[in-house]
């Protein structure tokens, strides 16, 4: 016994000393030798860009494979991806893609026009179960052929002029268009690999597997190592190679938040997708510090369910959301990562900034709760608040319940669930008040102001108003000026805020932790990264 | 059977002496009265809490948030401005109760079944061990997720959740027990004199298997007070602004850096409980231990 | 003996069915399904993936036809992550749990019986409280604990051992086999404490003692054997248990094992992920407590004499 101990600790001791000999962290290596060590978030699902959904995903997914066009990281502009330059007609209606000569997949191939109209009738498919589908809704027929109304894909808006050349008729005008096109359920795929695996449409195909992955992004995939790490190395055929910097990315599955702050610590990371809540503090009070903290074009609110009492009666829901202190919220539990949020859209989305019904305004609420039949809180049948099981959100539903407790007199109690379940609660409108969260498929406001028509899915309050759905759905995408498209919107949010079917609370901020060394990647309103313009470069 | 066997079956003292005895040799283990003493001093004051709370448990302080231990508050607040100190009085209610009822439940389920299982033994035994079996192998999140749906949230479930889960290696371990127990000389000796099986169990092979029942309770309450944290994570444990240790330990895990009393003091709050526990229970072992009582 | 076994590992199949039928049908209940998400899905293409994963058939069907496949060996595919299978996944996650679960239980073993065995010998003194004081550490640490203080320790102040992955650097299976070998380490110390004192005041020991055998003779050739009965027991469902429960010290660490896919399947709803690991580690379980009794026999010399008669 004592000698399996001796040697036990024998070889706990050898191997001490042998990591302390390997030294050099993924960071030092990574600068040498242009590799980006990055925290990841999660194990991607797949790398099958017409099937995945999440943000993990995307940032794989985009460095393996390009859409028409790419997001500049600084401006978010739409720039040349496969699409060297493109052509809109007057009414916005056409867009004439011309396609770079010079695009090829990864085995060598040319990315041919053809390649998008096949892979957009796959993105389409109804058997395919693709859950992004809607992105290409703006495309004339797409949605009656994803939903199987129509059959013949050749009556849908895309169509190959030649090999170069394409022409995507849309139903109405779309201002956001261009920047769908850098979303990956728009990306190509290349037709041989998938159909030597099976039909385009299956789902449980090999063809994103390290052998046989065809891409035609800036970068190929060269290890796959489920939960461990993801590996792409720079592309030798992408059309724009020389403008890659990177040799390489290493993708970590970093789904526990202090694991990865730990790792970044330990200089296993250049950057991770987010950072502990209270680590925040001691990274802002740092000198150089890596910390980087940017807005976010996402909205974190309480749905009300507007169809069941207390909440039905809208005086009680603006007595609700008038009775908070967001500014106070933030500074103390958050240590001041957000900005208080009055409206469902983000301000400045593109510019457009949405009203401010809901400012804090305790004597206003006070009145309100009265008029609504709860004088100081007298009579308050009391209220259950739903959120999904996560520290953030049980902080700010904490907080939250003893503001309502001391600004209005009433009792809120809480319940958490775990994800799934809390999912099937919201879609059922099982709930009286929870918790949710919008983050922005695409800089516009259009993509918030639908959530809230009637019956949408994603509505979730039983707001309905026939006159919003119609500043939103017709008379928006007919404005001929931004200005006019933006007044309607603003209309349109006045409408739905009145109406009060949400709490806003803040909006969103993104977090990272980013070692200096990292050049060319800029904060922005998407949390879009766009790896061609990354470098290291070790500091001294 | 040989005469000494019937002479130690004879001698088998009755139920209240042993148990009177029992205590005389507790009372000389001072660790166990300490632990004992600790024990009680917590219980009591977990009785005691609403009235001798210093803070109200949701009062809340923002501007304050996370302070370290001062003269106002004597173990520090939360990121709330909440008195830990208070926190963890009414935390200790909350972890008191599930710890010990339903370590109860586990006990009288785990201990009927084993011993049941142990001494009746053939296809009894096989077909009660397997439904063990199927019971360990049962995806355990999916359960208590179905638990919370059909019957919604309250703490009796709460209770019965984690004792339904406990019990298993508490029978497993009862059981094999009582097996061993089964092959010596005096349980032979009774059963060929025709005592009652239920006399039997109750008589020689409880008392005689409570050594290592008595020790795996006493870590089973722990474990369960830092189970019911999980079960809060899902959804079906306590919800704030109420607490329990379990829930800040894993709070106080999370910012253990930053704000390390908040992980300090609850930590030291179940640690206490823990070691308590264990010299009780290693005094009740020794003490209910006829045949070491004589060394 | 062998027959003890037969028996065992025929009761072994019905074992497996009722846990897979119970679990089939209990994920169906559960509220919440493998294509929800955070953003509505449309009707249509909820019909669509439910069609491509069998969903759209009646329960008892697609009950049918799951235990065709297992039958076959062949688990289904995974739904959370297309074109990958469950047996693929199993098999990349295992050999990691096993490896790390081995260690786990190596480390408990070793500190957790050492210090039960030096406790049991002088019980009551300072040669039985500290030992098992120290164990007992391990009870109140959970992984979710012990795991971060000691990397905070070892990987960020000390800069000796790496703070994540799984054979990557060298070092870096250190701490996590100790932080979830801890917890066991102090079960097996109170237990294997626990077993050898009733064992040192048997008769036979007495005997032995009476005989003026050398104490370290006794404790080793008689009091080890019956007094690490209730470890041995214990053992069984441990491993099970570390298999099962490694998926705090595995997402601490950031180390790709089983105990990952086995929680999270049960979380994304992962219908087939869920069937499939429960399937699997059950039978590890029956495997394991067969092993565990067996072992236990073995160890028990009047239990063996019983055995050696049939």
């Known amino acids: 016994m004592a000698f399996l101990i001796r040697s036990f600790f024998l070889a706990v001791s050898a191997l001490v000393l042998a990591s302390c000999a390997a030294g050099e962290s993924n960071v030092e290596s990574g600068n040498r030798e242009g590799i980006l060590h ?51 007609s007057d009414d916005g209606l056409v867009y004439i893609f011309h396609l770079n000569p010079e695009a090829r997949w990864s085995n060598g191939d040319t990315v041919v026009a053809a390649d998008f109209v096949w892979s957009w009738q796959r993105a389409l498919s109804p058997v395919m179960g693709n859950q992004n589908a809607y992105m290409l809704f703006p495309v004339k027929n797409a949605e009656e052929y994803a939903t199987g109304k129509l059959e013949n894909f050749n009556e849908v808006g895309i169509r190959a002029i030649d090999a170069h050349t394409l022409r995507i008729e849309l139903n109405a005008p779309t201002p956001f268009f261009l920047q769908l096109l850098d979303h990956y359920s728009t990306f190509p795929v290349h037709r041989p690999t998938l159909e030597k695996f099976g039909k385009g449409t299956d789902r449980f195909t090999p063809w994103t597997r390290v052998e046989n992955l065809v891409g035609n992004g800036p970068f190929v995939l060269t290890e796959w190592k489920l939960n461990r790490r993801i590996k792409v190395q720079r592309s030798p055929t992408y059309w724009d190679r020389d403008k890659v910097r990177l040799n390489g990315v290493v993708f970590y599955p970093t789904e526990n938040v202090a694991t990865e702050e730990r790792m970044f610590r330990a200089g296993q990371l250049h950057y991770t997708g987010t950072i502990p809540l209270d680590k925040i503090p001691v990274y802002k009070a740092m000198e150089n510090s890596p910390y980087v ?77 009265a008029e609504a039949g709860y004088p100081n809180g007298e009579g308050w049948p009391g209220l259950e608040l739903l959120y999904n099981t996560h520290e953030a959100h049980r902080k700010i539903a904490v907080a939250l319940q003893q503001m309502w407790k001391d600004t209005l007199n009433i009792d809120i109690t809480l319940a958490n669930q775990e994800w799934k379940v809390y999912l099937h609660t919201v879609d059922q409108m099982n709930f009286q008040m929870a ?19 009637c019956g949408g899915g994603n509505n979730s309050t039983g707001f309905c108003d026939a006159e919003f759905d119609d500043m939103v759905q017709r008379q928006a995408p007919r404005a001929t000026s931004r200005e006019e498209r933006y007044a309607i919107f603003y209309a349109a949010e006045t409408r739905l805020m009145e109406a009060v079917p949400i709490i806003p609370i803040y909006t969103y901020s993104s977090n990272h932790l980013i070692h200096p060394s990292v050049k060319g990647m800029p904060s922005n309103l998407m949390d879009s990264l766009n790896l061609k313009y990354v470098w290291l470069e070790a500091t001294p | ?147 919370m749906v059909v019957f919604g949230r309250n703490l009796i479930l709460l209770f019965l959740a984690i004792g339904a889960v ?102 030291l709050a179940l640690t206490l409980t823990l070691f308590s526990l264990n010299f009780l229970g290693d005094g009740l072992r020794d003490a209910l231990d006829v045949r070491g009582a004589g060394d | ?156 102040y000390l800069e000796w051992l790496p703070v994540s992955g799984w054979g990557d650097i060298p070092g870096d299976k250190i701490l996590p086999a100790i932080t979830l070998g801890s917890t066991y380490a102090a079960y097996i110390a109170r237990l294997s404490r626990a077993g050898m004192l009733e064992v040192l005041n048997q008769d036979y020991i007495r005997t032995a003692r009476a005989k003026g055998l050398p104490e370290w003779q006794i404790v080793v050739k008689h009091g080890l054997r019956g007094g690490m009965i209730p470890v041995v027991a214990f053992l069984g469902p441990a491993f099970a248990g570390v298999l099962a429960g490694s998926f705090v010290v595995e997402t ?52 063996r004499a019983q055995f050696g008669k049939r």
């Open chain 1, 435 to 453: 918790r949710r969260g919008w983050i922005g498929d695409y800089v516009d406001a259009n993509n918030f102001l639908d959530l809230f028509l």
């Open chain 1, 293 to 369: 903290n940017a807005p976010y074009l996402g909205t974190y609110y309480y749905l009300l369910n507007t169809q069941a009492a207390p909440l039905d009666d809208v005086r009680v829901r603006k007595a609700l959301a008038k009775s908070i202190n967001r500014r106070q919220l933030i500074d103390s539990v958050m240590h001041g990562i957000n900005e208080p949020a009055y409206s469902i859209t983000p301000p400045d989305t593109l510019g457009y900034f949405p009203p401010k019904l809901l400012e804090y305004d305790v004597d206003l609420a006070r009145q309100l709760l």
């Open chain 1, 38 to 88: 990055y925290g990841n978030g999660a194990e991607p699902q797949g790398l099958d860009p017409h099937i995945v959904t999440g943000v993990p995903e995307n940032h794989i997914v985009s460095a393996l494979f390009e859409g028409l066009t790419s997001k500049n990281p600084y401006t978010l502009e739409p720039e040349p991806g496969v699409a060297q330059r493109w052509e809109i």
């Open chain 3, 1 to 156: 003996m062998w027959r003890f076994i037969g028996i065992r590992l025929l009761q072994a199949i019905p074992v497996i069915i009722a846990v897979v039928t119970v679990t089939f049908f209990l994920v169906r209940v559960a509220p919440g399904g493998p294509f929800d998400g955070e953003k509505a899905v449309m009707p249509e293409v909820k019909a669509a993936l439910e069609a491509q994963y069998r969903l759209d058939q009646p329960m008892l069907q697609q009950y049918a036809a799951y235990m065709g496949d297992l039958a076959r060996g062949d688990l289904g595919p995974s739904f959370k992550y297309p074109g990958r299978s469950v047996n693929e996944l199993i098999a990349a996650g295992l050999p990691v749990t096993a490896e790390l679960g081995l260690y786990a239980l190596l480390v408990a073993v070793i500190i957790g019986g050492l210090a039960g065995v030096i406790a049991s010998l002088k019980p009551n003194t300072a040669q039985d409280y500290i030992p098992m004081s120290a164990a007992m550490i391990g009870i109140c640490m959970p992984s979710f604990l012990l795991g971060p203080i000691l990397l905070l320790v070892f990987g960020i």
């Open chain 2, 1 to 147: 059977m040989n005469d000494q066997a019937i002479n130690m079956i004879a001698q088998a003292p009755p139920g209240s002496s042993l148990w009177r005895d029992a205590w005389h040799r507790l009372k000389r283990n001072r660790l166990a009265l300490f632990g004992l003493a600790v024990l009680s001093f917590f219980i009591l004051i977990a009785l005691l809490t609403p009235w001798i709370a210093p803070y109200g448990y949701a009062d809340q302080n923002l501007d304050l948030g996370a302070s370290p231990p001062s003269a106002e508050h004597w173990l520090g607040t939360d990121v709330f401005g909440r008195d830990l100190l208070t926190q963890i009085m009414y935390g200790g209610r909350i972890s008191l109760a599930v710890g010990f009822v339903a370590t109860s439940v586990a006990l009288l389920i785990g201990v009927t079944w084993g011993a049941i299982a142990g001494y009746v033994g053939g296809r009894v035994d096989a077909a009660m061990m397997r439904m063990v079996d199927i019971l360990y192998a049962l995806p355990f999140m999916i359960f208590i997720v179905l638990l």
């Open chain 2, 166 to 267: 406990e019990w298993l290696t508490m029978a497993r371990i009862m059981r094999s027990q009582v097996q061993t127990l089964r092959q010596q000389e005096f349980v032979e000796a009774a059963i060929s004199i025709g005592l009652p099986a239920s006399t039997i169990v109750r008589r020689h092979l409880i008392p005689n298997a409570l050594g290592p029942i008595i020790v795996y309770t006493t870590l089973t309450i722990p474990s369960v007070m830092l189970l019911e944290a999980f079960l809060s994570f899902l959804g079906l444990g306590v919800q704030p602004p109420q607490t329990s240790w379990g829930l800040l330990i894993s709070y106080g895990a999370e910012t253990m850096e930053e704000y390390p009393w908040l992980l300090i003091f609850p930590g």
């Open chain 3, 252 to 303: 601490i660490f950031q180390i790709p094992g089983l105990g990952r896919f086995y929680v999270q399947a049960a979380f994304n709803r992962d219908y087939t992920m869920i069937l499939g690991t429960t399937v699997f580690l059950s039978t590890l379980i029956v495997l394991f407590n067969l092993l565990s009794d067996i072992l236990a026999a073995w160890m028990n010399p009047r239990l």
